[in-house]
């Protein structure tokens, strides 16, 4: 093979390059790199929280931060200044449940029932922050248009507002005719004027509740409260005396009522009654029947009772023993002593003197004639028993047959006294719930004029000498803390939605390749040309590192030839195609610098080199290698252009002279280094990675999108290339959030030769 002609296949040689001999271990090594990488992030926990992470994202956001920061400080500073002072005015009062009793009717005045209920001071609230109540305040204080719109403030933001849309002559004409006219509406300003300055603040465990009002007058802000309390104060007796009221107009309509129906069973009483001639006398309503045979029946047992003890004396008389109290009654007992006198006397002189002795014959005709007066008296006594005996069975047996004849009166008097006791009842429940109601009326009546106050003010209120609002300290503060909440949220936002490659983390972990260098962002004033010329600058000792770690990234060494793509343009694949190739030179390697890039080369200029001939030539049989490759100041760095640009360049690519191209360069030079055009988009970066030995894919910090670097990367895959790692270019640590002299631009800082070492003395 000459060192002028390139091997050519036939001119329609349009078949794809063949696989290199290295695939196996491109392979292996892609494989080995995605194994290390997953491996170490296997090792991160899912649920840690990385707090550095949160840090950086703040420190790269920090001027977001800030000026949300001043910017709502500046709002709340703004609208402090500008806002009206408002002064708050505050009266206490206490509410109580049940005030002093003077008269005590149950169910009349409303919360009189005792106990303590939860609901009470929720209510007492909600009816000083009535409507009703603020449409009495604002009738008290007199609160015309003008007082209105003298108390009312649009604030801030609506004066700013007026001003860029001021009222016109027609508008104010018929809002003053309005005015004039609708009162309703007057007074519902007025009231919503009360209400929406009005607030409640009750007192933790006490009865107290504080009565606030605002407005920007201290002196109607006092008024206000105050009136605000006296309403309240006033409309709870009003519906006080109005439930008395209404109680007593209730109970007297009723009184009517049951006064109409009560006379309406009476007569219907007295009709029946006469009707059916049935008189009632007695507390039970008993008919005269019933009572005389009630009567009768007490007095036949009586003398059934009266008749049981004459025959019991009647028997005892029969059988010859006297009653005892009989026997008392009569001279019985008197003759019976007599005659017992005598005959002891008989019995006596019966041993001196025989019978027929005169003198016992006297004595005997005495015990005779003493006997025959005991026996009248004891047949007197017999004959009375028994004719008391007869009495008393005689006025039983009347008392009977008079009873048998009441029974049947009774009876139908009885049958005929239901509908008369239906309606005596009725008659009763009437008078009983006319009595009660007129009770109730009198009692009503004498309440009505008694007015029991539950609510007592405390502390009336005070013209204010200080504004309540707006604080300035307050507000701020309130600025400061939602101004950072802001700025921090809408850092985060910007970092989440974000979804560029930032870091080398992102890299790694997105990309799942190795990060073989990070480039440094240039300053504003520095330009590239020299920076790359300066050896002692950051930016050269980056692309130093890179081309140490490529010493690394293979078994020997740099690759023979070495791709340098990107997944989109403007990434930085020129500037570190030759920013390698010069470094390499550097090591006193020979390296031949080829512009791959056939549809916006710009090596060109860089090196400020014509582009006459160049690769478009060499691969379409125009030019030989020779006359293809350039001279450049460094005599160990050689270029080939892109040359002109040529219709069909993945054509060109794809044919064996590119083969041909890199067998010659490897052999003629130590290195070979391909500025390829990006991925995506284009058959042309994936063609070239196919016949190289090593692809360095570079990603632009903050610009290169995640799923765009993913995409090249797949393609770059599917070509079956052997990609060493990804190179981060434009890296700024301290926006990344790596802060001042940290991460990897403070390393780069550090190492730079820009400040020259001293000897110390002594």
């Known amino acids: 093979m000459t060192d002028e002609n390139l091997p050519a296949g036939p001119a329609n040689d349009n078949r794809g390059l063949p696989a290199r001999a290295e695939a196996g271990r491109l392979d292996l090594h892609r494989g080995g790199t995605a194994l290390v990488l997953e491996a170490q992030e296997e090792r991160r926990d899912d649920d840690e929280i990385d707090l550095l992470a949160y840090w950086r994202i703040l420190v790269k956001r920090r001027r977001l931060i800030a000026s949300v920061l001043a910017g709502v400080v500046a709002l709340a500073l703004l609208a402090t200044l500008t806002a009206t002072p408002i002064y708050r005015a505050t009266t206490v009062l206490q509410l109580d449940k049940d005030g002093i009793q003077v008269m005590q009717v149950e169910g009349i005045q409303p919360g009189d029932d005792r106990g303590f209920d939860p609901s009470f001071l929720q209510t007492q609230y909600e009816l000083i922050k009535s409507r009703s109540l603020a449409e009495r305040v604002a009738n008290e204080l007199g609160l015309d248009q003008a007082a209105l719109d003298r108390l009312s403030d649009p604030g801030w ?129 008993q008919s005269l029947a019933v009572q005389n045979l009630t009567q009768l029946n007490a007095a036949l047992a009586a003398a059934q009772d009266q008749r049981i003890r004459a025959q019991a004396r009647w028997h005892q008389a029969s059988s010859g023993a006297m009653p005892a109290d009989m026997i008392g009654n009569s001279n019985i007992r008197v003759l019976q002593q007599e005659k017992g006198q005598l005959q002891s006397q008989y019995q006596l002189k019966l041993q001196t003197f025989k019978p027929d002795y005169p003198e016992m014959l006297q004595l005997k005709s005495q015990i005779d004639e003493l006997n025959r007066q005991i026996a009248r008296e004891t047949g007197g006594v017999r004959a009375s028993v028994k004719a008391e005996y007869d009495a008393a069975a005689a006025q039983e047996q009347m008392l009977t047959q008079q009873i048998a004849t009441l029974r049947t009166q009774a009876l139908d008097v009885d049958g005929r006294s239901i509908q008369y006791n239906i309606l005596k009842r009725e008659v009763d429940t009437n008078r009983q719930l006319y009595d009660g109601l007129l009770q109730r009326f009198k009692e009503v009546g004498v309440a009505g004029d008694v007015r029991a106050n539950n609510i007592s003010i405390i502390d009336r209120a005070e013209v204010p000498r200080w504004r309540f609002k707006p604080n300035l300290t307050l507000n701020l503060a309130i600025g400061l803390l939602l101004g950072a909440m802001l700025g921090v949220l809408a850092a985060f936002l910007l970092e989440f939605l974000d979804d560029t490659i930032k870091t080398p983390d992102d890299v790694e972990h997105k990309l799942k390749l ?71 030179t550097q090591l006193g390697k020979r390296v031949l610098l080829v512009d791959a890039d056939l549809r916006k080369p710009s090596l060109h200029k860089t090196l400020g080199l014509k582009a006459e001939s160049g690769l478009s030539h060499l691969l379409a049989g125009g030019c030989t290698f020779g006359a293809a490759v350039q001279r450049t100041e460094d005599e160990r760095l050689h270029v080939i252009l892109a040359g002109p640009l040529p219709p069909n360049p993945a054509e060109l690519l794809s044919g064996s002279k590119l083969v041909s191209l890199l067998t010659v360069g490897t052999e003629r030079y130590d290195h070979v280094i391909i500025d390829g055009p990006p991925v995506l988009g284009l058959a042309d970066a994936p063609i070239l990675a196919n016949a190289i030995d090593g692809t360095l894919l570079v990603v632009n910090s903050a610009k290169t999108k995640i799923g765009a670097a993913q995409a090249a990367l797949k393609r770059l895959y599917a070509a079956r290339a052997r990609i060493l790692g990804g190179l981060l270019t434009k890296y700024d640590a301290r926006a990344a959030g790596y802060g001042y002299g940290y991460g990897y631009g403070g390393a780069y800082s550090y190492y730079s030769y820009g400040d020259k070492p001293r000897l110390a003395k002594g």
């Open 157 to 285: 933001l609506g004066r700013m507002l007026a001003l860029l849309k001021p009222k016109g002559k027609q508008d104010e004409r018929n809002q003053a005719s309005a005015s004039g006219t609708d009162v309703a509406t007057e007074l519902r300003d007025a009231a919503k004027l009360v209400g929406d300055n009005l607030s409640i603040e009750p007192v933790r465990n006490s009865r107290l509740v504080k009565i606030n009002y605002d407005s920007p007058s201290p002196q109607f802000s006092a008024r206000a409260a105050n009136a605000i309390a006296e309403g309240y104060i006033a409309s709870g007796l009003e519906r006080r005396f109005g439930a008395s009221s209404y109680a007593k107009t209730y109970l007297e309509d009723q009184l009517k009522l049951t006064k109409a129906k009560l006379e309406d069973s009476e007569r219907k009483l007295v009709q029946f009654a006469q009707r059916e001639n049935l008189i009632n006398t007695g507390e039970n309503g």
């Open 514 to 584: 190795p990060v073989l260098g990070i480039i440094p962002k240039l300053g504003p004033k520095e330009n590239l040309g020299e920076v790359a010329l300066d050896t002692q600058s950051s930016f050269s000792e980056a692309y130093r590192s890179v081309r140490t770690a490529l010493q690394f990234a293979t078994d020997h060494g740099v690759p023979k030839s070495l791709l340098v793509t990107s997944s989109g343009p403007g990434e930085g694949k020129s500037t570190t195609a030759l920013a390698l190739a010069r470094n390499l």
